[in-house]
Structures are given as structure tokens and as C-alpha cells.
């Protein structure tokens, strides 16, 4: 296991001397912001990034996220375009040591939470979905939601949602594997693997299709390109947001199989309706067993890159949501002993 921290460049509140001090922390996980969606990401861009990580004793081999452009997702003309530039852009990051490319096709939104800051009893505050909320929303209003790193204008979220009326999980499905097809021989000749993160949360949201929600989804996905260089990026909060998906026993199948090439690990607090809230990543707060999770990856020889994902706003914190300092270091701390504790003894019979 590679233990590993998301950071979002310089402009963090959350600064690299201070993840150095987490234990076991191997490498950063980040992405060039400022370069539009679609746009070959500059090899003298990667390169300063590279350093900046570097120069804190860091490796750098994990890029989250490698944004696609939504032409591709919608299948339109313009797409080959915008697909040569994402091959370009590996082949850039493939040159200086990049290992593992994080990427999702959801439709216009990223992750997508009612609430960013819903208090929980400990006085701590946290992301969290609301069903018959995000049913309710306007979205065409909204010109900002978080995990986008675009922003949008009114008239442009509105143009896309309706450009995907027409779409649907089929067309969807198709657009990835046209989508993969081209690219995942470029990440290989590149010496990167593409690891597609689940829907999140895992449900139609908006009117919008969404095809990376359980293990159907992600086995059909693994079977568009059947070759190591198309894998997953497992999220145990994305799909523990609905209580249907087996985790442990989707860790244990896909890991076995070695298509999950990053792990994101964090807990949700989910009820059957699909609400959900993000909590500490302890196994009782919520409704991952991250001990049963943990031993599947130690029981399949897992030896692939892991970040704590989202946290808690703890202690005072200020920062961005989901991803202040304090929780996801506590977050690592116990993600560390859940692996040792895997690895050096075996459970009593």
C-alpha cells in the first residue's frame, strides 16, 4: 500500500510541511488547475508541479484528475479532438514518472453534495445528500457546485442538461468505450494506468444518466478494454452511499483481479433512501466496515496507491470542503493501522 494525500497546489490552505508530518505518507495526489477542460496539460506545467511535490520528499505519481471534456461524453463530432489532446496529456505526465491517471465520466457535475457543512453530534461538520433535495433543486441555477473544478455559466448548465436528454446510460456506455478504446493504448504505451472513479453519489441525479454506480457497472466498464491499463479507482464513499453494493466483496474481486490501481477511503453514514452524510472514517461511525475493506486489499495482494478521502471539518478548521487537514491525517493515521494490523496477524479462528 502506498499511502497518499490529494492536494490542490499552492493555493491549499492545507500546506505539504504539514503532510509531511503524517506517517507513511509515500506520495501527492494532484492536477494542474488553471489549464482549461480539454487542453493539453503542459509538459513545463507537469514539471513544475512534479517539483513542488518533490522537494518535500514526495513522490508524484498520482494525477486526480485528468478532467474529460463533455463533447467526449456526449458523443459529439469534436470529440476525436479533445480524446488526441487526453493522449497527448498522458504521454506528457507519462514522462515524468506518473503512474496512475484518477478520471470520472459524470455528466456536468463532479460530486455532489445538498450540504457542505451539515454539524454532526460530535460538534464537527461534514458533506452530506439529501434525496428529496437534490430532487427538488433548480440546478439550472446553480452556477457553481462543489466538486466541479469548472465553473459554468446559467445558459451553459442549462444547454447541457439538455443536450443529455438525448443521451441516455446506453449512450453513455458507448461514449466511454469509444472513449477508452482510444485512449487506454496511449496510458499504456505511456506507462500509466486510467482508473475510472465510481458516480457520486452512485444514483441518477439531475435527470442525468450515470453508469459507474455497483459492480455490474464496474465489471462491464473493466470488460470494454480488457487489459491492466483500464482499471478503477475504488471509492468506498461513493459506493458505500448505497447500501446495496458488497464492498469487501467488490474489493475482493476487482483487487484480485489487480484492475484496482487507486483506493479512496472514507466512510458515509447511509440510509436505505440513499441520504447520506460523510462521517470519520472509523467503522462505526458509519456504514463501510473500513476493517473488512482493509483486509480484502491485505487478502488480495494489494499493493496500489490509497488516499483518505473526505473528512470532517474538525477542531476549527477552515478550508476546502471535504478536504481540511486535521480529519483526513487522522484519517490516514487509522487507515495505517487497520493495513498493519492485516498484515502482521491473521484473525483468530
Not at 143 to 165: F, M
Not at 174 to 180: S, T, V
Request: proline share 6%; aromatic share 10%; net charge neutral.
Amino acid at each position: 500500500m502506498k499511502m497518499s494525500f490529494r492536494w490542490y497546489g499552492d493555493t491549499d490552505p492545507v500546506k505539504l510541511h504539514s503532510v509531511r508530518q503524517i506517517p507513511n505518507m509515500h506520495g501527492i495526489v494532484s492536477a494542474l488547475y488553471d489549464v482549461p477542460l480539454g487542453d493539453v496539460w503542459p509538459l513545463d506545467k507537469i514539471h513544475a508541479l512534479k517539483n513542488s511535490i518533490e522537494k518535500h520528499r514526495f513522490a508524484f505519481e498520482v494525477v486526480e484528475s485528468v478532467g474529460v471534456h463533455e463533447d467526449i461524453k456526449l458523443g459529439k463530432p469534436s470529440r476525436n479532438r479533445w480524446i488526441d489532446n487526453y493522449c497527448q496529456s498522458l504521454a506528457n505526465l507519462g514522462s515524468v514518472g506518473v503512474k496512475v491517471v484518477c478520471y470520472n465520466f459524470m455528466p456536468v457535475f463532479d460530486w455532489t453534495r445538498t450540504e457542505l457543512d451539515r454539524p454532526l453530534p460530535d460538534g464537527s461538520n461534514s458533506g452530506a445528500f439529501d434525496v428529496n433535495s437534490a430532487t427538488r433543486a433548480d440546478v439550472s441555477k446553480w452556477k457553481y457546485l462543489p466538486g466541479w473544478d469548472i465553473r459554468y455559466t446559467h445558459e451553459q448548465v442549462s444547454a447541457l442538461l439538455a443536450d443529455y436528454q438525448s443521451v441516455g446510460e446506453e449512450g453513455l456506455r458507448d461514449h466511454l468505450a469509444y472513449f477508452l478504446e482510444r485512449v487506454v493504448p496511449a496510458a499504456r504505451k505511456a506507462g500509466i494506468k486510467m482508473a475510472i472513479h465510481p458516480d457520486d453519489p452512485p444514483r441518477p441525479i439531475f435527470g442525468l444518466p450515470r453508469i459507474v454506480k455497483n459492480r455490474g457497472d464496474l465489471r462491464h466498464i473493466l470488460d470494454m478494454v480488457k487489459e491492466p491499463a483500464n482499471g478503477l479507482t475504488f471509492c468506498t464513499g461513493s459506493l458505500g452511499a448505497d447500501l446495496r453494493n458488497d464492498l469487501p466483496a467488490m474489493v475482493r474481486e476487482f483487487s484480485g483481479e489487480r484492475r484496482i490501481h487507486f483506493a479512496h477511503m472514507r466512510n458515509v453514514k447511509t440510509d436505505a433512501k440513499g441520504n447520506f452524510q460523510e462521517v470519520s472514517h472509523y467503522s462505526q461511525d458509519g456504514s463501510v466496515d473500513m476493517a473488512a475493506v482493509v483486509r480484502a486489499y491485505q487478502d488480495t495482494g494489494f499493493d496500489g496507491y490509497v488516499r483518505p478521502d473526505h473528512g470532517r471539518m474538525i477542531w476549527g478548521e477552515k478550508g476546502n470542503p471535504g478536504y481540511g487537514l486535521y480529519d483526513r491525517a487522522l484519517g490516514g493515521a487509522y487507515l495505517n493501522g487497520l493495513w498493519e494490523a492485516a498484515e502482521k496477524y491473521t484473525r483468530p479462528n
